[in-house]
């Protein structure tokens, strides 16, 4: 079983819909790591959790340690929001990142 | 300018020679990060600095080298490149410590083909 958990793997919306992509881990954590990684292939990290809720624009990401979880929301989603969503969680152990497989999101208009 | 350049961009070598992929922060962060990306699988970490004259092995280091003798630079270097290190390589840095708040920053990445 995988440590982090994302789903789902793919992810086909209209533009205009509200999104919701999950991380479960299974590790004790410090911080969980949201970032986006668009077809040309650059990785931005959009968020650093380490409890509650952060927002950014139309990006919403919370999470909840007691559940080991943590989601990420898109709001009135737009065909550029198109990319792979990465969860990465920084372990509390050693402090190394253990990554998500990702999820390919993809909006039409 | 600011930030986290990796060079080159592309790379194509054959097998057995030895290649250098560059990385270079200006935000003297303690942290860097060596990565490859392949179809199917997540970043995997190749090697990892916490500062200059510190590297500790990822999941992935065999085949690979590294180097820090300054904070700011971060070369991985192929020894005898193999096929299957055909990839891309992503270089990322951070300040990552128990109390900061501090993002990772990646470099563009280099796609290696090794033929």
């Known amino acids: 079983k995988n440590e982090v958990e994302q789903s789902p793997q793919n992810l086909t919306a209209q533009e205009g819909e509200f999104i919701t992509i999950n991380c479960s881990y299974s590790?004790?954590?410090?911080?969980l790591h949201w970032l986006q990684q668009h077809p040309g292939g650059g990785i931005v990290s959009l968020f650093m959790?380490?409890?509650?809720?952060k927002k950014h624009g139309r990006l919403i990401a919370t999470i909840n340690i007691q559940e080991k979880h943590s989601s990420l929301h898109i709001t009135a989603s737009h065909p550029r929001d198109s990319a792979v969503y990465i969860c990465?969680?920084?372990?509390?152990?050693?402090?190394?990142?253990?990554w998500g497989a990702g999820t390919k999101l993809i909006i039409k208009p | 300018d600011a930030g986290i350049t990796q060079s080159p961009r592309y790379k194509i070598t054959e097998t057995g020679r030895q290649v250098t992929l560059m990385c270079h922060q200006t935000?003297?962060?303690?942290?860097m990060f060596w990565y490859r990306q392949d179809l199917g699988h997540g970043l995997r970490l190749i090697y990892y600095s916490a500062a200059a004259d510190i590297t500790d092995k990822g999941e992935v280091p065999d085949g690979y080298v590294v180097s820090r003798s300054k904070t700011e630079n971060f070369p991985l270097t192929l020894e005898s490149a193999t096929r299957s290190q055909t990839s891309v390589y992503f270089c990322?840095?951070?300040?990552?410590?128990?109390?900061?708040?501090?993002?990772?920053?990646f470099g563009s990445g280099t796609q290696l083909s090794v033929l």
């Open positions: 990465a969680v920084l372990m509390d152990s050693n402090y190394q990142l253990i």
């Open positions: 590790v004790g954590i410090s911080a």
């Open positions: 935000w003297s962060h303690s942290y």
């Open positions: 959790l380490s409890s509650g809720k």
């Open positions: 990322a840095s951070s300040d990552l410590a128990v109390g900061t708040n501090e993002k990772l920053f």
